[in-house]
């Protein structure tokens, strides 16, 4: 059974207009969350992450929001660009994880972003 | 440049073939893993090393046997794989300590088993 969900394998949004991406998640017991991004034929970039203990952070065009009660995370891109077309990985990190660093996965979502 | 570099981008063997990946980095990062990815299955972890220690073992097939001689190199030999082998193979390292527990990803090794 999956632990992290995107429930969305893909999504298509018009330049300059918002793009958000859902994660769900069902263990609690995660310490942090980050979002991935990966073009194709190269490896999954380090994008975003949230502490469990915040509700957003904010970094340029990208805010990730955090809603513990849900169990609910969004990557919101505004203003989205052509540039931002890639597969957007959400990942949790467990309580405890020490130095392994061992990262639960999403299946990813895949933006378009259309001039 | 990502800092961790993989070897080679893409790997096309059978199924009686040794072959082996590599991957290195230079970021100082202590920990190192190997990653699977495969089509419509979420990133499944295959091996941690942390220090040069093999410290995770994911369950997986003995064909496959990772190598990590220092903290700046990685490798996973490969023998008498299968079709189902067939993925795109990523290492990753990080670095502990620190609120960002980010990997840095290599661009991966796609390998094909025929």
């Known amino acids: 059974d999956q632990q992290v969900k995107q429930n969305s394998p893909s999504l298509s949004v018009q330049e300059g207009r918002i793009s958000i991406l859902n994660c769900d998640y069902t263990n609690s017991m995660f310490d942090y969350f980050l979002w991935y991004k990966k073009y194709p034929a190269e490896g999954p970039t380090f994008l975003i992450s949230i502490s469990s203990i915040k509700d957003k952070n904010e970094d340029g065009r990208f805010t990730v929001f955090l809603n513990k009660s849900a169990k609910h995370l969004s990557l919101h891109i505004v203003p989205s660009q052509p540039g931002d077309s890639a597969v957007y990985f959400c990942?949790?990190?467990?309580?405890?994880?020490?130095?392994?660093?061992?990262?639960?996965w999403g299946l990813g979502t895949s933006l378009a972003v259309n001039p | 440049e990502t800092g961790v570099t993989q070897t080679p981008r893409h790997l096309v063997m059978g199924m009686t073939n040794k072959k082996s990946l590599k991957c290195e980095q230079h970021l100082g990062h202590n920990a190192m893993y190997w990653y699977k990815q495969s089509a419509k299955k979420p990133l499944e972890l295959m091996f941690v090393?942390?220090?040069?220690?093999?410290?995770e073992n994911n369950s997986v097939p003995s064909r496959f046997s990772p190598e990590c001689p220092n903290s700046s190199h990685l490798f996973l030999h490969l023998h008498t794989l299968q079709p189902e082998d067939s993925a795109l193979y990523l290492c990753?390292?990080?670095?502990?300590?620190?609120?960002?527990?980010?990997?840095?990803f290599g661009s991966g090794t796609r390998l094909t088993v025929v």
């Open positions: 990942a949790a990190i467990p309580l405890n994880a020490g130095n392994n660093r061992k990262l639960i």
């Open positions: 990753a390292s990080s670095h502990g300590g620190g609120s960002n527990y980010g990997y840095t």
């Open positions: 090393y942390n220090f040069k220690e093999q410290t």
